[in-house]
């Protein structure tokens, strides 16, 4: 089976892309889903939450409430609290990624892919057969970001400048989708690569 990563910076449509190669007959297992599930209600991720940040951190549901959690950690200049919590997270994704490849290589798929936004600053690369980086120009960007968070143009920049650049994750690339067109594009790109995959699988694989 080829273990595809698709990455790519903050609103630059890697959940757009992850779509369609669900609707190529692709399947897509999602970082942040399983990072997600890791803490959700009843899970042992859930409790090591409890006892490193406590109560307040949960709303009535039990479920982990996101915002004051990142509130916590943004306040601790010590970076403590972060790496307490992606102690927690982290091992729990690995697993259940790992998880997921075998199973799907078990039942036969061709071709599976893992959305993974921080493959390159988590320096993740040598895990994957092959790397997809669905690139966008960073006027775009700003637009897509500010009309889907509500966040100002100066916000929307200056979380975009936080993160690894783009052109390294283009570089870094086996594929890269560029998503400054309509969406008919950005599915047809997707399509291609999929086609491609099935005719040429890639040679000197990375795992
Ligand atoms: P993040 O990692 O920041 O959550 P993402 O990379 O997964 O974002 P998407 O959520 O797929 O990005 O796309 C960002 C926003 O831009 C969404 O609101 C999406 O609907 C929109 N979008 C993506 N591609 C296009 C396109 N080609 N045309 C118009 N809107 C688009």
Do not use: C
């Not at 698709?6 to 959940?15: N, V, Y």
């Not at 399947?27 to 599930?37: C, F, I, N």
């Not at 200056?158 to 690894?164: G, N």
């Amino acid at each position: 089976m080829i273990w595809m990563a698709l990455t790519g910076g903050i609103a630059s449509g890697k959940t757009t892309v992850a779509g369609f190669f669900s609707d190529a007959g692709v399947t897509v297992v999602s970082a942040d889903k399983l990072a997600h599930d890791a803490i959700a209600p009843g899970s042992p991720g859930a409790t090591d939450v409890r006892r490193v940040f406590g109560d307040g951190v949960f709303d009535e549901a039990g479920q982990v409430d996101r915002a004051k959690l990142g509130a916590l950690i943004f306040a601790d200049g010590t970076g403590n609290l972060k790496r307490q919590l992606e102690a927690i997270i982290h091992p729990q994704v690995r697993r259940q990624s790992e998880f997921e490849r075998k199973r799907l290589e078990a039942r036969g798929d061709e071709i599976a892919v893992y959305e993974i936004p921080l493959l390159f600053e988590k320096n993740l690369i040598a895990e994957f057969d092959s790397i997809i980086t669905v690139a966008i120009s960073s006027e775009l960007q700003v637009e897509r970001l500010m009309a889907r968070s509500g966040l100002t143009k100066e916000q929307a920049y200056a979380r975009i400048q936080a993160q690894f650049p783009q052109d390294q994750k283009i570089q870094g690339a086996d594929f890269v989708i560029w998503n400054d067109g309509d969406l008919k594009r950005l599915r047809d790109q997707t399509e291609q690569i999929v086609a491609s995959l099935r005719t040429t699988p890639p040679h000197g694989r990375r795992r």
